[in-house]
């Protein structure tokens, strides 16, 4: 029997995917959560054989948990679902080690056998996911301001980004400035959304 963990914040997609998942003869769902943020202690707790992670969760997204789950629970696979095909997605969730990757809008059928695959270990593309990725755009940022959207991504200010990277504080506002600019952001938080769903901030 295939233990599985299933995390996806709309009750009604949950309790479908829930009650078509168990219908499987090798198939059971031992926990189903509705946050990200609950995940890796669920996952402790039952020690699933993958988990079914919606890849916008609240309270943690999914590729954040999945990397959680690697590091803490290497033996629990991870199959991402999606809604959108956006690029450079999937590009995250490869460097997140994820095991499988799907849209939504695949069938019951389609996932319990994505599943199954991924538990037996193999890796998992939704081929139009796929497509998506090789066409992705190449990002407009350099290098360095790529360092430096990523650093305040990941909570830095911008005199501890200056410290770190050996620059003055006014040209990392700058570099921040240039960068809101080149992506059409509203503003740092915005810059930090777009660069991370195109990819571009791994």
Known sequence: MIRILLAEDMN???????????????????????????ILDAALEVRPDVAVIDIDLPGLDG???????????????????TSLGRPGTLRRAL???????????????????????????????????????WSGAQSPLTE??????????????????????????????NYLTTVVAKLNARNRVDAIRIARDAGWLV
């Open 12 to 38: 009604m997609v949950r309790g479908a995917l829930v009650a078509l998942l168990n219908m499987e003869k090798d198939l059971e769902v031992v926990s189903e959560l509705e946050r990200g943020d609950k």
């Open 63 to 81: 590729l954040s948990a999945a990397v959680q789950l690697h590091e803490r629970l290497p033996s629990c696979k991870t199959l991402m679902l």
């Open 95 to 133: 460097a997140a080690e994820v095991h499988g990757y799907l849209l939504k809008d695949e069938s019951p059928a389609e996932l319990a056998h994505a599943i199954r695959r991924v538990v037996a270990g193999h890796l998992v593309i939704d081929s139009k996911l796929a497509l998506a990725s």
């Open 144 to 173: 360095r301001e790529t360092e430096v959207l990523r650093l305040v991504a990941d909570g830095s200010e911008a005199k501890e980004i200056a410290s770190t990277l050996h620059l003055s504080t006014g040209t990392v506002r």
